[in-house]
């Protein structure tokens, strides 16, 4: 593997029946900014049976160019020919880089790529820079369950791959009119790719909970009490315009859904406003939501760990402060009518 | 039907604390566990012993003390344990543990090969893809369920995503990463703990005895490599009240007046 042979950052781009991934938009923001520190161009490699999402807003958003693999075979995800496709892509464009979303597909399908072509792959990276002497990619992540973050590098092998987790990285504001380029790349699929039987697509019942996308955060841990406490908390997302969530301890209690779990094995958060009520401020926790623009905490215990990585704590009673905030809220309405 | 479990022996992250001087981690007395995700793995595997009588081989690489973890896996009811333990294999990130633990596999038969989604300590899921590809067999990760089909040769898992699951057949020989939620694991047995430091015994593996490339163990095989590693910096923390509800609430909203903080 001759390493000055490969330049460029490539971004996969996962889309789902033709809807391009949030996730893949805030990588390839970011891979613009690694791409213009490191003087090289940006690429984007789309695999779908049909896309529903306009390639030139990936342009707009910073890709050179957009790499588009089309084939019934490719939908719904299966292992093999989104790792054979994109194994192909990545030998004929040799990229440096090449970033992944850190989703139920991403984890699936990057290591599967990472070891087909014999290079390293860094999982679940929180920040991404680059070293401009030796043109090696800084990936910081969690690591010893987010006990401690560590900074891997990559030196020897290319492309140096990192997945990142939805919500971590920023999405730019797009670039109205930005040339770039979209190339179809063939790839010659056959029945004998697909190793799997896809029986049944099912999608979940329940209305689908995106607190990624939350401004608003309104979060319950254990010491909320009960899961009747859930509803409280949720009569004031619904006045603030936010959305629920909870820790992992709430989640196992059974008191709510895994789907608003915030932390290390849930999902990683950054609203303006973070609420945490009666969560006592596990490492894990924190590692969801410590990049919450203000975060307030609400706790008995004034010891919580919480405290020492909220803006504003308050030792109080979370069942009597929440319905008294909810009482006075009105004031803000009459502020900002618009 | 032949299985092989691979399992990781971990320190118990959610347990750590951090010294509240030197804000750094305390590492010692912190309890090792056999890691949740491979833990329902080998569950599911024994659940396929109890109803296909099922031979089932736990694998895992990993120091000395491994052992014990091994024992746990047996006194469950697993049949073999192998620990892969070799200095040579420290070190080793996430591609250089997956080809062992691929050359080792490589020495047995099989149909199936289960491994937990991810370990707690380095969280990163990789492992099970990994050996997959180097074994050139299908993988289905993220697996909730599994049922054999009649004839035994291939199995119907569920494989969730964010948005709902798949239910999908594989036909062996295959690797599927399972999640903790699957199941319950059983209690060891007393007799089984028994059996376990008794007539069982768990087989211990070097690098020398496996088929592949020295130089691609721990390591010195490793792509990855760690630069430095660090604790988070604590922010610094905000202003902190102990007052009445009403009092409280007010805190709140004067502050998120302040920010703007609106519908």
Redesign the interface.
């Known amino acids: 593997m001759e390493i000055q042979n490969y330049s460029d950052v490539m971004v996969f781009v996962e889309q789902r029946e033709g809807h391009v991934q949030k996730v893949s938009l805030e990588l390839i923001s970011k891979g613009r900014e690694i791409a213009d520190e490191l003087g090289a161009r940006l690429k984007a490699a789309v695999l779908t049976a049909g896309l529903t999402h306009p390639v030139h807003s990936l342009i707009e958003l910073g890709c050179d160019e957009v790499i588009l693999v089309e084939h019934p075979i490719l939908e719904p995800y299966t292992t093999e020919p989104y790792t054979k496709a994109l194994t192909e892509v990545i030998r004929a464009h040799k990229p440096e880089i090449v970033l992944f979303g850190a989703t139920t597909i991403g984890r699936d399908l990057a290591p599967r790529v990472s070891s087909r072509l014999d290079t390293g792959l860094t999982a679940d990276c929180t920040k991404l820079e680059v070293d401009l002497e030796s043109r090696n990619l800084l990936m910081t992540r969690p690591a010893f369950g987010g006990n401690i973050m560590a900074t891997i590098i990559c030196p020897n092998h290319r492309p140096q791959m990192s997945t990142v987790r939805p919500g971590v990285m920023q999405m730019a504001e797009p670039v109205i009119g930005r040339i770039g380029v979209c190339r179809n790349f063939e790839i010659a699929f056959s029945p004998e790719d697909q190793h799997v039987e896809v029986l049944e697509v099912v999608k979940a019942s329940k209305k689908k909970v995106n607190i990624e996308d939350a401004t608003i955060l309104i979060s319950g841990g254990r010491g909320i009490g009960s899961p009747e406490a859930f509803p409280i908390l949720e009569s004031l997302a619904d006045k603030l315009g936010g959305t629920v969530s909870a820790s992992r301890a709430a989640v196992d209690a059974g008191w709510i859904d895994r789907n608003h779990q915030v932390g290390q094995t849930g999902k990683t958060v950054r609203p303006d406003l973070y609420i945490a009520c009666g969560i006592s401020g596990a490492i894990q926790h924190l590692a969801g939501m410590e990049e919450s623009e203000f975060i307030v905490a609400i706790n008995k215990d004034e010891g919580a760990p919480i405290f020492d990585a909220a803006d504003l704590s308050i030792v109080g009673d979370v069942h009597k402060i929440i319905p008294e905030l909810i009482r006075i809220l009105p004031e803000l309405g009459n502020r900002n009518a618009q | 039907m032949k299985i092989i479990v691979c399992m990781k022996q971990v320190?118990d992250?959610?347990e750590?604390k951090?010294d509240p001087v030197t804000g750094t981690?305390i590492r010692d007395g912190i309890p090792s566990i056999i890691n949740h995700d491979d833990k329902a793995g080998l569950e599911a595997a024994l659940c396929l012993k109890d109803q296909f009588g099922a031979h089932v081989t736990v694998l895992t690489m990993g120091p000395p003390q491994a052992d014990k973890a091994l024992r746990e896996a047996l006194a469950m009811g697993a049949d073999r344990a192998i620990l892969l333990t070799d200095r040579r294999f420290a070190g080793a990130?996430?591609?250089a543990t997956?080809l062992t633990l691929a050359s080792a596999i490589r020495k047995m038969d099989y149909d199936l090969i289960i491994a937990g989604r991810q370990a707690?300590?380095?969280?990163?899921?990789?492992?099970?893809?990994?050996i997959?590809?180097?074994l050139s067999i299908?993988?289905?990760?993220?697996v909730e369920d599994l049922e054999v089909e009649a004839g035994q040769a291939s199995i119907?898992v569920k494989r969730?995503?964010?948005?709902?699951?798949?239910?999908?057949?594989?036909k062996f020989p295959c690797l599927i990463t399972t999640l903790a939620e699957m199941n319950t694991p059983r209690y060891m047995s007393v007799g089984g703990i028994m059996a376990a430091y008794n007539e069982k015994q768990v087989e211990t593996w070097t690098l020398d005895q496996l088929d592949m490339n020295p130089d691609h163990a721990g390591l010195k095989g490793?792509?990855?490599?760690?630069?430095?590693?660090?604790?988070?910096a604590?922010?610094a923390?905000?202003?902190?009240?102990?007052?009445e509800?009403?009092a409280?609430?007010?805190?709140?909203?004067d502050?998120?007046?302040e920010?703007f903080?609106?519908?």
């Open positions: 320190p992250t959610n750590v951090l981690l990130d996430t591609w997956s707690i300590d380095g969280d990163t899921a990789q492992v099970g893809p990994q997959a590809e180097k299908p993988q289905v990760s993220y119907i969730i995503f964010e948005e709902g699951y798949h239910r999908i057949r594989v490793s792509p990855t490599k760690v630069r430095k590693s660090f604790t988070k604590p922010k923390p905000g202003k902190k009240f102990n007052t509800p009403d409280a609430a007010r805190l709140i909203l502050a998120l007046k920010r903080i609106v519908e």
